[in-house]
T-cell receptor, first 113, second 114 residues
Framework: AQSVTQLDSHVSVSEGTPVLLRCNYSSSYSPSLFWYVQHPNKGLQLLLKYTSAATLVKGINGFEAEFKKSETSFHLTKPSAHMSDAAEYFCVVSDNAGNMLTFGGGTRLMVKP | DAGVIQSPRHEVTEMGQEVTLRCKPISGHDYLFWYRQTMMRGLELLIYFNNNVPIDDSGMPEDRFSAKMPNASFSTLKIQPSEPRDSAVYFC????????????FGSGTRLTVV
């Protein structure tokens, strides 16, 4: 069975500094991986996805993630945080059949002015 | 496309009452998922459908919860009778191919049972 672990439940950065949200996955196959963002009192929005093409994936709002098979990681990064990036971020892995997704526990990103 | 549409956006009901949450998936999406989100338990998968057929309902908390998908454009999640511990945000999501495209989520229904 597949699983995903988000290594930090909370991350705090200052505006204008880099963002790093860490995610490790476990899978017996080559999975698809996703990052979702949830702003306060909103639904979940797809940020980016990896589906076995380029290992460096670019998403919306300047975010990107790199798939590293040897490290079983899919960390989310952004060069410069903005106040509007404050939200909950979920790392997600697909199952073997591609029928459903497993969500990590989430990382709450706080951005200080 | 209007996206995944959920109704109502907010629901306040008294304990013991029946509650029905509604979802209209994106046209052409064969998969539909119901999730519940709370501060304590995070995001939980309740049930999912493929081509209107329930595939996995192992996340449904108990017999008070039931979900139906009578056609490709409509699904309901019913709680009868409701209890205060059912208070949560309930999300519906749909997908054409989860492994390839991920899910598209609705805006959610915030349920408060008093």
């Amino acid at each position: 069975a597949q699983s995903v672990t988000q290594l930090d439940s909370h991350v705090s950065v200052s505006e204008g500094t880099p963002v790093l949200l860490r995610c490790n996955y476990s899978s017996s196959y080559s999975p698809s991986l996703f990052w979702y963002v949830q702003h306060p009192n909103k639904g979940l929005q797809l940020l980016l996805k990896y589906t076995s093409a380029a290992t460096l994936v670019k998403g919306i709002n300047g975010f990107e993630a790199e798939f590293k098979k040897s490290e079983t990681s899919f960390h989310l990064t952004k060069p410069s945080a903005h106040m509007s990036d404050a939200a909950e971020y979920f790392c997600v892995v697909s199952d073997n059949a591609g029928n459903m997704l497993t969500f990590g526990g989430g990382t709450r990103l706080m951005v200080k002015p | 496309d209007a996206g995944v549409i959920q109704s109502p956006r907010h629901e306040v009901t008294e304990m013991g009452q029946e509650v029905t949450l509604r979802c209209k998936p994106i046209s052409g999406h064969d998969y539909l998922f119901w999730y519940r989100q709370t501060m304590m338990r995070g995001l939980e998968l309740l049930i999912y459908f493929n081509n209107n057929v329930p595939i996995d309902d192992s996340g449904m908390p108990e017999d008070r919860f039931s979900a139906k998908m009578p056609n490709a454009s409509f699904s309901t999640l019913k709680i009868q009778p409701s209890e205060p511990r059912d208070s949560a945000v309930y999300f519906c999501a749909s997908s054409l191919d989860p492994g390839l495209y991920g899910y598209t989520f609705g805006s959610g229904t915030r349920l408060t049972v008093v």
